[in-house]
């Protein structure tokens, strides 16, 4: 009795041994034939895989998808009840040994590579590309499918998730003048804080005086993203700008009857000084400007329509002081 195929490739020598056939994981279909006496039957055994159909003298076998070294074994009984010796031979079932890992996950911006270990004979993307190595910046699902030197194919694929970075915007550029601050918000997406003044905390208070004010944020997925903003120098000739520059304190109506300077509460120590068209100091307030100017000099009597010089003392920092003009109309 003699072990053979009914296919080319067998008794191929690899790694020294010899196979009596030389197939790929997950084959399907594959026969085995063996040739005795007349009359006789044939008990068949093999690992690795599973006999799908039995003609006696010849199996059909599908096979799993476990590479390695498997037995056939077959063994005859004669028309007269006599056993023979089994016969064996081997069969590789080979497949390349390709794993990408894990479904992952890279930040917005970064280039996520592969490049799989291991000595294939080719390489197939799932985009067409047949380099050994492959570099995306997208989410996609990567599959690679690799060969041998038999050609049998294995196949493997992760899926690429493209985390989205942190939002943060400090806002625009703003000026700040006496005491006055800014609420710094460096967004919800961060677990980690890392601000140009020291400070780890989502939210930071500034104030003025130039500084140019940058955040970095770090998320649960170590995504991080980043921003900058400038507080500006206060001019205080600029940040008065737009104060009233006139009052009308006869007509009661309600509107412009004292001369209110809202911007003035930065500046909780500044002193207002009027003089007249001649330099004469007519009015003075208190420090903080509690009370508006309603057109009265020092004696509460009311000062003749005209335009009337001012002095603000601010009392804070190196540029304390704003000069200008407001007129009294009656």
């Known amino acids: 009795m003699s072990l053979g195929l009914i296919m080319a490739a067998w008794l191929s020598p690899v790694h020294g041994q010899d196979y009596v056939a030389i197939v790929c994981a997950g084959d399907t279909g594959m026969t085995y034939s063996v040739t005795g006496t007349a009359g006789s039957t044939f008990n068949w055994t093999i690992e690795g895989g599973m006999i799908t159909r039995n003609y006696n003298d010849s199996i059909v076998v599908d096979w799993g998808i476990e590479p390695g070294e498997y037995e056939i074994a077959v063994q005859e009984v004669s028309q007269y009840g006599c056993y023979g010796n089994p016969q064996t031979a081997t069969v590789l079932v080979s497949a390349p040994d390709i794993a990408l890992g894990d479904d992952t996950y890279i930040c917005e911006g970064e280039v996520f590579s592969l490049e799989p270990e291991g000595d294939y004979y080719s390489y197939l993307w799932h985009n067409g590309s047949t380099a050994p190595g492959y570099a995306t910046t997208e989410e996609e699902l ?15 694929d992760l899926y690429l998730e493209v985390k989205d970075l942190p939002f943060v915007d400090l806002g625009d550029d703003v000026s700040l ?10 967004g919800a997406d961060g677990i980690n804080y890392n601000w140009s003044t020291g400070e780890i905390s989502q939210e930071i208070l500034v104030y003025q005086g130039y500084q140019e004010i940058w955040v970095e944020v770090e998320d649960e997925y170590g995504c991080s993203n980043a921003d900058t903003m400038v507080v500006n120098q206060c001019d205080p000739s600029d940040f008065f700008s737009d104060i ?4 009308t304190p ?3 109506d309600g509107i412009n009857d004292v001369w209110r300077i809202e911007k003035l509460e930065a500046y909780p120590d500044a002193v207002i000084d009027i003089y007249d068209r001649w330099g004469r100091l007519i009015w003075r307030s208190e420090p903080g400007y509690p009370d508006s100017w309603d057109g009265k000099n020092m004696n509460g009597k009311p000062v003749p329509m005209d335009s009337y010089h001012f002095i ?16 009294v109309i009656r």
Do not use: H, K, M
């Open 312 to 327: 603000i003392l601010l009392n804070f920092g190196d540029d304390d002081r704003v000069i200008g003009t407001i007129t």
């Open 177 to 186: 003048c006496g005491e006055q601050s800014a609420l710094l918000d460096a």
């Open 142 to 156: 990567i599959t690679l499918t690799v060969s041998d030197q038999y050609g049998c194919l294995w196949q493997d």
């Open 250 to 252: 006869s007509n009661q």
């Open 244 to 247: 009233p520059t006139a009052i």
